[in-house]
């Protein structure tokens, strides 16, 4: 299925949603960055609106693996201590890159914490070096930070915080550009409020020139399995799991005699299965150990997540019970919703047996690594428990 304007825009929204909800922390960062970014292109660069409000929006999104997300150092000293922080813009820029149309946000974002005396990273690149649009997320980045501080600062003080990292930060063109955007219409006091942001963003989307998809072969299946690279990068134990569980849920659906169409949407709904996990601590999807009740707690969320980020994408909406019904069982002790038998929608059913059997046989913190013949043991014994009888007979058949 080829990408159409409207679901690559929402797609690259709920992106943006899942790396907020990186470790339970709601922060917006991201919008704000890009609804404002965007706000500052129309003056300098207009041209280049859209690709802007996609580097605002995906700048970070290569800090999604690491402990402290890197919006919550304030010090730019700190960041010169910590070398993974170091590597955030590149890996943002990496990621963006391979979703083809916005190869110019990937070059924006690459200089994201560049800075004007050239004393930024990763390259210290100076002055007119830096890309524009780079400049312009930088700044946006520093004020969403200063927006952040406890009491909140007023423009004024914003103003003043600003100008005095002008000409070393950012130039004093792009901080003059700054201020008069926050002072026009009242968008400091809008960009301030969470809720409006979040009404803007949409707004946003709605109106911008759509990236031009023409120009490179971009189908549904490798915009999402961008999506899955994200969401396994989040911890250590996940790496290529989403790929293994897509690539086995759609052997298992085409193994059951299901319509090609059928299978894809059901390998689509798989890549996105754990997207909910970001919004789960790393130490808990970590643990070496068994996981305690509270902690089971927040792990059993994480379909609940996945639903929430998959609805944003309306081209996706048929798959979001499916995607968030991968932890349900049979006998309907499973979660979140506790459902059995053919209630559980058929593509969860066939995940739950893809999920779990990747989940015994790749190296886990709190379990041994099972063979793929104990593994299928496990599905046979549980035939009719945990899983669908039907789907576990015929994945000790072909997985
Ligand atoms: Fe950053
Ligand atoms: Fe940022
Ligand atoms: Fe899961
Ligand atoms: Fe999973």
């Known amino acids: 299925m080829k ?3 409207r679901f690559f825009s929402e797609l690259m929204t709920a992106l943006s949603l899942m790396m907020d909800l990186d470790e339970n922390r709601k922060l917006y960062h991201a919008w704000r960055v890009a609804v404002l970014a965007e706000r500052m292109s129309l003056k300098i660069l207009p041209e280049y609106r859209t690709q802007i409000f996609y580097a605002g929006l995906l700048h970070d999104i290569g800090a999604i693996s690491l402990k402290d997300h890197v919006i919550h150092y304030t010090d730019p000293e700190e960041h010169f201590r910590n070398p993974i922080l170091l590597n955030h813009s590149e890996k943002s820029a990496h990621i963006v890159k391979e979703i083809g149309p916005l190869s110019m946000a990937a070059r924006m974002i690459l200089d994201h914490h560049e800075y004007w005396d050239g004393k930024g990273y990763p390259k210290g690149k100076k002055g007119d070096d830096i890309h524009l649009g780079g400049q312009i997320i930088r700044i946006a980045d520093t004020f969403d930070i200063l927006a952040r501080v406890k009491p909140p600062l007023d423009l004024n003080g914003v103003k ?5 990292r002008s000409g070393s930060e950012f130039s004093n063109l792009i901080c003059d550009l700054m201020i008069s955007t ?15 942001v979040s009404e803007i963003l949409p707004e946003i ?5 759509p990236v031009d998809l023409t120009s490179c072969d971009i189908d549904v299946r490798n915009a999402v399995r961008v999506f899955a690279q994200v969401i396994d990068a989040k911890h250590s134990y996940t790496a290529g799991h989403s790929e293994r569980v897509a690539r086995y849920t759609y052997k298992l659906a085409k193994a059951m005699d299901l319509s090609e169409e059928l299978a894809e949407e059901y390998e689509i709904a798989a890549y996105l299965h754990d997207a909910g996990k970001v919004a789960v601590p790393k130490s808990i999807l970590d643990k070496p150990a068994a996981l305690t009740l509270e902690e089971f707690k927040l792990m059993k969320r994480h379909p609940v997540y996945t639903m929430e980020i998959i609805s944003m994408v309306s081209e996706l909406k048929d798959l979001v019970l499916i995607a968030g019904g991968h932890h349900e069982r049979y006998d309907g002790r499973g979660y979140p919703d506790g459902a059995s038998g053919e209630n559980i929608p058929l593509g969860a059913r066939i995940m739950a047996v893809a999920d779990s059997f990747d989940a015994m046989t790749s190296l886990r913190p709190y379990q041994r690594t099972r063979s793929k013949v104990e593994a299928k043991e496990v599905l046979a014994k549980n035939s009719g428990g945990q899983f669908d009888p039907d789907i576990s007979k015929v994945a000790v ?3």
């Open 160 to 164: 003043t915080s600003l100008s005095a």
């Open 205 to 209: 989307i709605r109106d911008l020139p």
């Open 182 to 196: 926050l002072e026009e219409d009242n968008f400091f006091e809008e960009i301030t409020d969470e809720k409006r």
């Open 3 to 5: 990408v159409k304007a």
């Open 397 to 399: 058949k072909v997985l």
